[in-house]
């Protein structure tokens, strides 16, 4: 040790910062323990700080700066000063001040390397900012003023874990913001996804939701939650809401209609893709929907024609039938027109109404263009 404090005093009285910093380094990498020493900390606060003035002057005589190497040296200096114990009254209020004099930098690192996209320093350096607000090394001294921008730092720390995939960190930023704009709660709500948060992310969706109705992310994201999980009345209900804001939205109408088919609802269902057909006249798969709501009524039907062949009755139910065929094939029809390559849409379903229909010719060449 002696040998370790001999050199870093020759390093340090020929302002030989570099590799007193290196020195330094390599001791406490082979002798972790010295760490808790506190003439060595000390000599690290000396060091970090001298490096950190180094590099404050190139940068004011433009003498090609290391801006990263700056703001290292700032960052050990001040995880050095943290560890600080054993230290006097006169020396405590020196090191304060050495502290206040860079502070301003943590935070300019955060945002400097954030718009370079290292966001796990920018994190670093953010976090370390936001922390420092209350160390006791700075909230007990009564010339101490908090700086205002702790909301701002709070986001950039927020934007920076998300950045780097600390999605905890995310979360706890999140919870210390009031005012919440769109891509807060965006980061939110995927960071809650992907910790597999359920409940707080749909909650959290739901409330962006109401005060973002028209963003896409949002109501997308929980229309498509609602879908995923069959949940069809849930998202009648909020399609609904979502119409209210975007009423001429053809995916909205169309999704509309799907739900009420789901849930039985066929006449409503029907006078939702009409209306989609009103809005976009060329959408296939409107009429190809309105076409399986037809077929869906002829089989229902057909089943519930328990009457006597031959009978008035029957007759009767018979034409009910046709015309439920009727009007599904000239909806197959167009859907086919509209759509060719897309024969999941019309196929199967066309090739029911000519069988039952007895349109001999057209599922002949129906069958011969399927082949």
């Known amino acids: 040790m002696r040998k370790f404090r001999r050199e870093m005093r020759t390093y340090i009285k020929a302002e030989d910062y570099t590799n007193a910093e290196n020195k330094l380094n390599s001791t406490l990498q082979a002798h972790p323990e010295l760490l808790q020493d506190q003439d ?11 490096r950190a003035q180094e590099e404050s002057r190139k940068i004011f005589l433009a003498n090609k700066p290391d801006t990263a190497r700056y703001f290292a040296s700032i960052y050990t200096l001040y ?13 405590k209020n020196i090191l304060r001040q050495q502290l206040l004099n860079y502070y301003g930098n943590l935070g300019s690192a955060g945002k ?23 160390s006791p090394l700075f909230i007990l ?33 999140y919870e210390k913001i009031q005012e919440k704009n769109e891509i807060i709660y965006e980061i939110a709500i995927n960071s809650f996804t992907n910790l597999k948060d359920t409940m707080n992310m749909l909650s959290n969706l739901k409330e962006a939701c109401k005060r973002y109705p028209v963003h896409p992310f949002f109501y997308q994201t929980l229309l498509q939650y609602y879908i995923q999980r069959h949940d069809y009345q ?37 006078q939702s893709f009409r209306y989609v057909i009103e809005l976009d006249p060329d959408n296939a798969s409107a009429y190809a929907s309105i076409a399986d709501i037809y077929l869906d009524k002829a089989h229902a039907l057909f089943e519930n024609n328990t009457f006597a062949v031959g009978t008035t009755r029957y007759r009767q139910e018979k034409k009910k039938i046709n015309l439920m065929y009727i009007n599904a094939r000239t909806n197959y029809q167009k859907a086919q027109t509209l759509a060719p390559d897309k024969t999941f849409l019309w196929l199967d379903g066309l090739r029911e109404c000519y069988y039952k229909l007895n349109n001999g010719k057209e599922l002949k060449k129906l069958e011969k263009l399927n082949n």
């Open 40 to 50: 060595v900390i000390n000599l690290g606060v000396q060091v970090s700080n001298y």
């Open 79 to 91: 995880d050095y000063a943290q560890k600080v114990q054993e230290i006097s009254p006169r020396k």
């Open 112 to 134: 400097y390397f954030f718009n370079k996209h290292q966001y796990a320093e920018s994190q670093k350096y953010t976090e370390l900012y936001l922390r420092m607000m209350q």
């Open 141 to 173: 001294d009564n010339t101490y003023r908090q700086p205002d921008d702790s909301l701002q730092m709070t986001e950039l720390a927020l934007l920076a874990s998300y950045g780097n995939k600390d999605y905890p960190s995310v979360v706890r930023y």
């Open 234 to 270: 849930n998202t009648l209900h909020f399609v609904d809401t979502c119409l209210h804001y975007m009423p001429d939205s053809v995916k909205l109408w169309s999704l509309r209609g799907r739900s009420q088919y789901n849930l039985n609802m066929e006449d409503s269902a029907l």
